[in-house]
């Protein structure tokens, strides 16, 4: 750390993170990658328009242009990657490419994910494999491609992966997500000889723009601060797990949702 709280790298400049899904300039990837930069990272991050195009929310026209200049404009050398994490060949190339613009990677923030909310009895076979195929496969891969590469010094490394606790009504979310804790916790042990802690964060309901009315009152009534969660209350979090003093928090889930229940 620097007297001002930026991290550094071994060589004294600043180290890379690579961040997916951060294709909204309102989600929480785009409020990890903004807190990192402010901390002194340099980021490569990924997005999948394709993904937005076909939710409730649509694209967002331009977002990737502007989250990275956002990033500039705190120092960040930056380098906005579309990924498709469904496809297996992906995270090489991603790997590949983060390295080839920015340096080795040293921190992996799983941000992304496919969400479509359906139940037991109307679950697609297409739909649940689609969402093991990006939120665990890929996953799996990513965190793989990070094992392979990753040459930092020992106690450097960071995984951090976003998880949520959704069962009933949004099952295929859910389940692939709770399989993503489990690769992310293999991690934290499999990953050891590296110095590589891997952590996982459920943020709980965040506001990014995707609540109806009637569920941000639900939210609002269910949480003793009384407000709803926002990107930024994700970031601090990530943030703090990737610095040199969140070193010690190793194979954890934590839960960052204000106390809602």
């Not at 990677?105 to 739909?127: Q, R």
């Not at 793989?144 to 106690?155: A, I, L, Q, S, T």
């Amino acid at each position: 750390m620097t007297a001002k709280g930026e991290v550094r790298d071994a060589s004294g400049g600043r180290p890379v993170a690579l961040v997916t899904g951060v294709g909204r300039t309102a989600g929480i990837g785009a409020g990890v990658v903004r807190r990192l930069a402010v901390s002194g990272w340099d980021i490569a991050f990924t997005y999948w328009n394709a993904y937005d195009a076909r939710m409730e929310w649509g694209q967002e026209e331009g977002a990737s242009e502007a989250i990275r200049a956002e990033l500039v404009a705190c120092g960040a050398a930056c380098a906005g990657i579309e990924a498709d994490l469904a496809d297996v060949g992906t995270p090489e190339r991603v790997f590949a490419e983060a390295e080839s613009r920015l340096g080795a990677v040293t921190a992996l923030v799983l941000c992304h994910c496919e969400s479509v909310d359906s139940g037991l009895l109307d679950t697609t076979v297409e739909s649940f494999d689609r969402h093991f195929a990006v939120n665990a496969r890929g996953s799996w891969l990513m965190v793989r491609e990070f094992g392979r590469r990753f040459r930092g010094p020992y106690g450097s490394g960071r995984i951090v992966a976003l998880t949520s606790d959704h069962t009933a009504g949004n099952l295929p979310y859910g389940a692939s997500k709770g399989a993503l804790d489990r690769i992310t916790l293999a991690a934290a042990r499999e990953l050891a000889g590296l110095g590589v802690t891997a952590n996982v964060v459920n943020p709980g309901p965040v506001d990014t723009g995707w609540m109806p009315g009637e569920t941000r009152e639900h939210v609002r009534a269910a949480t003793p601060l009384g407000r709803l969660g926002t990107p930024d209350d994700t970031a601090h979090l990530v943030d703090f797990l990737c610095s040199p003093r969140g070193q010690w928090v190793n194979g954890q889930v934590l839960m960052s949702n204000g106390g809602f229940a």
